[in-house]
């Protein structure tokens, strides 16, 4: 079975070959798991045609709003390079494997949440399997006592901080492949930048840190 994609608020599935053809005509792919309604990825691909955006996520439904714009005519805004594709990371589509040039994971909740803070091998796997060697990641995540404690609580989620950060989470990523070269932490107003719904929920919320984890993957073993 080949890879499922939305083409409208159709799913239909795309063999390798089709989907070989479509990679080979850009220059840099960009992956983003857990994309939510796609926004993002609509933004980002109407504002660099050279590079092929592909969003991931397992619920088709938040995505069809954004694969309906996709499939329209070009002068309708339209567009070729971007895909969006109904997957979870833990069950990654071949086709995906290995052709990233960046991987992005954006204010991720639930089970994604999990995988990046704690950082637990199956979603830093994906992260690695989508990738070509020396691809970028870049994270930003957010959650806090004074908003989600019941999720921190039930999820057994450490408190956000840089020393948190800085310290054994930077060294636990390096032996799974994720090279950090940059810890940074934003506000509000960066997030507001972003077009998806849950990040504008947060970025129009309360007043909160988020934090941008950025580095490069080493897919030749620890480092």
């Known amino acids: 079975m080949g890879m499922i994609v939305l083409k409208g608020k159709n799913a239909v599935e795309i063999d390798k070959n089709e989907f070989e053809i479509l990679t080979a005509k850009y220059n840099k792919i960009c992956v983003d798991i857990g994309t939510g309604d796609g926004r993002n990825i609509y933004r980002k691909a109407k504002n660099n045609k050279t590079a092929l955006y592909i969003g991931l996520d397992p619920v088709k439904d938040n995505m069809e709003e954004t694969a309906v714009k996709i499939a329209k005519k070009p002068e309708k805004g339209g567009l070729d390079n971007a895909l969006l594709v109904v997957a979870t990371a833990e069950k990654l589509p071949d086709e995906l494997h290995g052709i990233a040039d960046k991987v992005t994971i954006l204010f991720p909740w639930g089970i994604l949440l999990e995988g990046i803070i704690k950082p637990e091998e199956q979603i830093i796997?994906?992260?690695?399997?989508?990738?070509?060697?020396?691809?970028?990641?870049?994270?930003?995540?957010?959650?806090?006592?004074?908003?989600?404690?019941?999720?921190?609580e039930t999820r057994n989620m450490p408190e956000l901080n840089l020393e948190y950060f800085n310290s054994e989470y930077k060294s636990v990523l390096q032996n799974m492949g994720l090279i950090v070269e940059n810890i940074e932490m934003l506000d509000n107003e960066f997030v507001k930048k972003f077009d998806s719904k849950w990040a504008r929920r947060l970025a129009f919320g309360r007043k909160r840190d988020f934090y941008r984890i950025t580095g490069r993957i080493n897919k030749n073993g620890c480092s």
């Open 125 to 152: 796997s994906a992260v690695k399997t989508t990738s070509k060697n020396g691809a970028e990641f870049e994270f930003i995540t957010t959650y806090s006592a004074n908003c989600e404690e019941n999720m921190m």
